[in-house]
């Protein structure tokens, strides 16, 4: 037995996510007393394979060649359904990433396993049951599943699982995969950047604002806190609606859902549709003129306040801030 972490790269490094991830199932294996082997597929050099030895990979398989350069979802769960079989891996961790989420079934159904996606922490292992807390009905609720089968696949969603070095260093191994012409029916020839900015999936700051900013031109306000604080915008769902700021902004059960550190919500209700997007965040600040908005329940930090007033002064004190430090 032993534990296998798929290491999605993505344009040949490894973002923080990653990290969170190996962290993670080193601590399953270590739950388990067994080793942790990575996975890596696409061009990725070897210093930054081996970087994956600091967070308690042993050995990493690395799989490289133009055929799987780009990301393939059924070719890619061959592979790495492949590798768990090779290494008698029982249980196969991944990233809750927009790839990992296409790739956990795929690979449960070529292991026969039981599948977690969207975990938030580190399963519980009490009298010969394996249980899982994820997040579910578009993050508005917790669930807790049990794995039954021999086999696990489980994706954690980024930010829920801190990074740790273990300072170790991994041996690493080139793994010949078989796939089949069947794996390739439809693939990515190009991914086209939609914007330069802050991905708003990965940003560990989010600053987002509501349709109490009455209108578009009021946006510029959000977009000078962001830039300061190297924040992603994002929206409401009436704010994408009405055209004030682009669709792949808006959060929530309808559109994207984000686990940043920090969630500064201006100028938003906090409708549980748009709650459901953010419940994973670990910092949520509201800034709301109504003291009853439903969002300051789940507020760690509230501002009772106008929006126009209280997001200058912010601006103002972490411009003070930026230059005393
Ligand atoms: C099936 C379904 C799916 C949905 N999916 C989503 C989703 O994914 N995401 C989403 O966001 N919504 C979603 N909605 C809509 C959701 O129900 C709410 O209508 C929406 O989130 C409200 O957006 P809002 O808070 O920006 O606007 P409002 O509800 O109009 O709230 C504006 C807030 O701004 C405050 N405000 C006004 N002026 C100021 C000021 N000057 N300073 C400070 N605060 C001020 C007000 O007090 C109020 O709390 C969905 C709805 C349905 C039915």
Same mark, same amino acid.
């Given at each position: 037995?032993?534990?296998?972490?798929?290491?999605?790269?993505?344009?040949?490094?490894?973002?923080?996510?990653?990290?969170?991830?190996?962290?993670?199932?080193?601590?399953?294996?270590?739950?388990?007393?067994?080793?942790?082997?990575?996975?890596?597929?696409?061009?990725?050099?070897?210093?930054?394979?081996?970087?994956?030895?600091?967070?308690?990979?042993?050995?990493?398989?690395?799989?490289?060649?133009?055929?799987?350069?780009?990301?393939?979802?059924?070719?890619?769960?061959?592979?790495?359904?492949?590798?768990?079989?090779?290494?008698?891996?029982?249980?196969?961790?991944?990233?809750?990433?927009?790839?990992?989420?296409?790739?956990?079934?795929?690979?449960?159904?070529?292991?026969?396993?039981?599948?977690?996606?969207?975990?938030?922490?580190?399963?519980?292992?009490?009298?010969?049951?394996?249980?899982?807390?994820?997040?579910?009905?578009?993050?508005?609720?917790?669930?807790?599943?049990?794995?039954?089968?021999?086999?696990?696949? #489980? %994706?954690?969603? *980024? =930010?829920? $699982?801190?990074?740790?070095?273990?300072? !170790?260093?991994? /041996?690493?191994?080139?793994?010949?995969?078989?796939?089949?012409?069947?794996?390739?029916?439809?693939?990515?020839?190009?991914?086209?950047r939609s914007t330069d900015k802050v991905s708003l999936p990965d940003a560990e700051i989010v600053v987002s604002?509501?349709?109490?900013?009455?209108?578009?031109?009021?946006?510029?306000?959000?977009?000078?806190?962001?830039?300061?604080?190297?924040?992603?915008?994002?929206?409401?769902?009436?704010?994408?609606?009405?055209?004030?700021?682009?669709?792949?902004?808006?959060?929530?059960?309808?559109? #994207? %859902?984000?686990? *940043? =550190?920090? $969630?500064?919500?201006?100028?938003?209700? !906090?409708?549980? /549709?748009?709650?459901?997007?953010?419940?994973?965040?670990?910092?949520?600040?509201?800034?709301?003129?109504?003291?009853?908005?439903?969002?300051?329940?789940?507020?760690?930090?509230?501002?009772?306040?106008?929006?126009?007033?209280?997001?200058?002064?912010?601006?103002?004190?972490?411009?003070?801030?930026?230059?005393?430090?």
């Open positions: 037995m032993s534990v296998l972490i798929y290491a999605e790269n993505a344009g040949g490094t490894f973002k923080k996510s990653i990290f969170e991830a190996v962290s993670y199932a080193k601590a399953i294996a270590d739950q388990n007393n067994t080793n942790l082997i990575a996975i890596s597929i696409g061009n990725v050099s070897a210093g930054e394979l081996a970087s994956l030895g600091k967070y308690g990979a042993q050995k990493v398989l690395n799989v490289s060649g133009d055929k799987l350069k780009n990301f393939v979802n059924q070719a890619y769960a061959s592979v790495i359904a492949e590798a768990a079989k090779k290494e008698g891996a029982n249980i196969v961790v991944l990233s809750n990433t927009f790839s990992g989420r296409g790739l956990a079934p795929r690979i449960g159904v070529k292991l026969e396993a039981g599948v977690a996606d969207g975990a938030v922490a580190l399963p519980e292992q009490n009298g010969g049951k394996f249980t899982v807390k994820k997040t579910a009905f578009s993050g508005k609720a917790f669930a807790i599943v049990e794995l039954s089968s021999a086999n696990k696949v #489980i %994706a954690l969603v *980024p =930010n829920s $699982y801190k990074v740790v070095e273990t300072g !170790g260093s991994a /041996q690493i191994e080139d793994f010949a995969a078989e796939t089949k012409e069947s794996d390739f029916k439809a693939m990515i020839k190009e991914i086209v604002a509501g349709r109490g900013l009455k209108g578009p031109e009021n946006w510029g306000m959000v977009e000078e806190l962001a830039g300061l604080l190297g924040a992603a915008t994002a929206c409401s769902k009436p704010v994408s609606d009405a055209g004030w700021r682009p669709h792949s902004e808006h959060v929530g059960q309808t559109g #994207i %859902a984000v686990s *940043p =550190n920090l $969630y500064i919500a201006i100028g938003i209700s !906090g409708a549980i /549709q748009h709650l459901a997007g953010i419940s994973s965040s670990k910092v949520i600040v509201v800034i709301n003129k109504d003291p009853e908005a439903p969002f300051f329940k789940v507020a760690d930090y509230g501002i009772v306040g106008d929006a126009f007033e209280v997001v200058p002064q912010l601006i103002a004190a972490v411009k003070a801030y930026k230059a005393s430090a």
